[in-house]
């Protein structure tokens, strides 16, 4: 069992910058590919970015390649998420997940735990 806490969301006007952390209980966090996944009102949830086990391979959705950078620490059992030149669009609720797969194409269906989410709300 792996239990996920996310934290770092906030109000941030367009342009700025927010860090979300994910804090993972357990002594295997290493052996989990971490991601974060997003959800806006009415909409599905959605891929953002993801993370090897050793944190060297990472994979982004193109609405946010070039702004946002996933990161692990293994030492502290926390995946981050750095947020850079935020738009109104990128508002939602952020979750974090951890799964064994590392598919072609990253989907909600492959990872097994999940946080209670973050609200992330980018003003313009």
């Known amino acids: 069992q792996v239990q996920l806490v996310e934290s770092g969301g906030g109000l941030v006007q367009a342009g700025g910058s927010l860090r979300l952390s994910c804090a993972a209980s357990?002594?295997?966090?290493?052996?989990?590919?971490m991601a974060w996944f997003r959800q806006a009102p009415g909409k599905e949830r959605e891929f953002v970015a993801r993370v090897m086990t050793s944190g060297y391979s990472t994979d982004y959705s193109d609405s946010v390649k070039g702004r946002f950078t996933i990161s692990r620490d293994n030492t502290k059992n926390t995946v981050y998420l750095q947020m850079n030149s935020l738009k109104p669009e990128d508002t939602a609720v952020y979750y974090c997940?951890?799964?064994?797969?590392?598919?072609?194409?990253?989907?909600?269906?492959?990872?097994?735990?999940w946080g209670q989410g973050t609200q992330v709300t980018v003003s313009s």
């Open positions: 357990g002594r295997t966090f290493s052996r989990y590919v």
């Open positions: 997940a951890a799964g064994t797969t590392w598919g072609p194409r990253p989907v909600a269906g492959q990872y097994d735990y």
